[in-house]
């Protein structure tokens, strides 16, 4: 079974706090997503990465910056958390030639 | 733009009312439709991919169909653990942000009541 995780289930940081959100993959995916979910707005993607090192933006990077230095994992970084990054946010993983995307169980991520 | 439409955004049936939900798009071209459901506080679970106009994929109380502009989510007696929101996306090989992209949907919530 493929297996996403992500580091933290909840967190909490205040405002202007740098943020890192860390995801991990163990099946050998080359491409890796981080997401976020907000209520009405369904999910959004932020970036994406197609191998190491390699990334591009998605619909939503304002704010965002991701890392990529080893296969399985992907970091998404806020550089200066703000209230409106309050959200839920998922990883998510597909071998380069499936289209099928796996995700983790997501973090749930309040900036007060 | 892409385009993914779910409806209804809400639904409730008792337990063994079978019924249907809907997701219609709007795409330059459709390498894959994707149907995944999510629980509540979770990350969503992969259920069915869709190709082409006219497939069909089952699994357990759960078939997808898909036609030219749209793809049905047909459940078949349901059970209250088949309660959560469904969620649609499709793959659109022309979309701005790579081929790799999906464009979900705002999915529907389903209850089924015992």
């Known amino acids: 079974d493929v297996k996403v995780t992500q580091s933290s289930r909840y967190l909490v940081k205040r405002t202007g706090e740098k943020v890192f959100l860390e995801c991990v993959q163990d099946?050998?995916?080359?491409?890796m997503f981080w997401y976020r979910q907000d209520p009405g707005l369904g999910l959004r993607l932020i970036y994406f990465?197609?191998?190491?090192?390699?990334?591009e933006k998605g619909d939503i990077p304002e704010g965002y910056s991701v890392s990529r230095e080893k296969k399985e994992r992907f970091s998404l970084i806020l550089e200066s958390a703000s209230t409106n990054q309050t959200s839920m946010y998922l990883c998510?993983?597909?071998?380069?030639?499936?289209?099928?995307?796996?995700f983790g169980p997501g973090t749930r991520l309040l900036v007060l | 733009e892409d385009q993914v439409t779910q409806s209804p955004e809400a639904l409730r049936l008792q337990e063994g009312e079978s019924s249907s939900l809907n997701c219609s798009y709007t795409?330059?071209?459709?390498?894959?439709l994707f149907w995944y459901r999510q629980d509540p506080g979770k990350g969503p679970e992969f259920l069915f991919t869709?190709?082409?106009a006219g497939e069909e994929k089952e699994k357990e109380r759960l078939k997808a169909t898909l036609t030219k502009k749209e793809s049905f989510l047909h459940i078949t007696a349901p059970k209250p653990e088949d309660s959560a929101t469904y969620l649609c996306?499709?793959?659109?090989?022309?979309?701005?942000?790579?081929?790799?992209?999906?464009?979900f949907g705002k999915g529907t919530k389903l209850s089924v009541i015992p």
């Open positions: 996306a499709v793959q659109d090989p022309y979309s701005g942000a790579g081929s790799y992209q999906l464009t």
């Open positions: 099946m050998d995916h080359e491409n």
């Open positions: 795409v330059s071209g459709l390498r894959g």
């Open positions: 869709l190709y082409s």
């Open positions: 990465s197609y191998d190491v090192k390699m990334k």
């Open positions: 998510a993983s597909s071998p380069r030639t499936q289209e099928t995307q796996y």
